[in-house]
T-cell receptor, first 116, second 115 residues
Framework: AQKITQTQPGMFVQEKEAVTLDCTYD???????LFWYKQPSSGEMIFLIY??????QNATEGRYSLNFQKARKSANLVISASQLGDSAMYFC?????????????FGAGTRLFVKA | ETGVTQTPRHLVMGMTNKKSLKCEQH?????MYWYKQSAKKPLELMFV???????ENNSVPSRFSPECPNSSHLFLHLHTLQPEDSALYLC??????????????FGPGTRLLVL
């Protein structure tokens, strides 16, 4: 069975500092994709970054980077130089290449609070 | 701006009402999804349409009825809902290709309150 675990219900970070949001996953698929989404209080789920299981390098998108450790089955999101607008819920998600059909599995989320 | 719009953004309805949620995607995608997000619960997939054909129905009660008239539009028809159906309903779309690489893009959601 596929599973995503986010163990941090809430996190605080000082403005301009970096923060790491944890995500571990479990799947039997040899090929899979990992995604991070941001959900502000307005409700919209905003796609941030993607990492493929066979990608040789860790994904980066601006201030977002994904610390992908395949052997540990972890895909942590690193946000550098935090901004007040980064305060939101963050969801880790996974989609298997073979199993799970059309399902993308989402974690429970981590609420990030950025302090001024 | 994500390219996926949803209307209405907020909806309050009684248990005997009939209403519909609308989703429209402007991204040229060929797959669309309905998700339910309740407080303190993970995102739940409800329905998936691929090329306008329903390919997944995640054991959703029949009081929720989806409709996909074309690849750009998706509806969720609601009737005789229960208070526990109050939630944020999110629509998403994606372009089918290599399955594990399909990125879903979400709309802003409809906040539904059933009284």
């Amino acid at each position: 069975a596929q599973k995503i675990t986010q163990t941090q219900p809430g996190m605080f970070v000082q403005e301009k500092e970096a923060v790491t949001l944890d995500c571990t996953y479990d799947t039997s698929d040899p090929s899979y994709g990992l995604f991070w989404y941001k959900q502000p209080s307005s409700g919209e789920m905003i796609f941030l970054i993607y990492q493929g299981s066979y990608d040789q390098q860790n994904a980066t998108e601006g201030r977002y980077s994904l610390n992908f450790q395949k052997a540990r089955k972890s895909a942590n999101l690193v946000i550098s130089a935090s901004q007040l607008g980064d305060s939101a819920m963050y969801f880790c998600a996974m989609r298997g290449g073979n199993t799970g059909g059309f399902k993308t599995i989402f974690g429970a989320g981590t609420r990030l609070f950025v302090k001024a | 701006e994500t390219g996926v719009t949803q209307t209405p953004r907020h909806l309050v309805m009684g248990m005997t009402n009939k209403k519909s949620l609308k989703c429209e995607q402007h991204l040229g995608h060929n797959a669309m999804y309905w998700y339910k997000q309740s407080a303190k619960k993970p995102l739940e997939l409800m329905f998936v349409y691929s090329l306008e054909e329903r390919v997944e129905n995640n054991s959703v009660p029949s009081r929720f009825s989806p409709e996909c008239p074309n690849s750009s539009h998706l509806f969720l028809h609601l009737h005789t809902l229960q208070p526990e159906d109050s939630a944020l309903y999110l629509c998403a779309s994606s372009q089918e290709g290599s399955r594990e690489r399909e990125t879903q893009y979400f709309g802003p959601g409809t906040r539904l309150l059933v009284l």
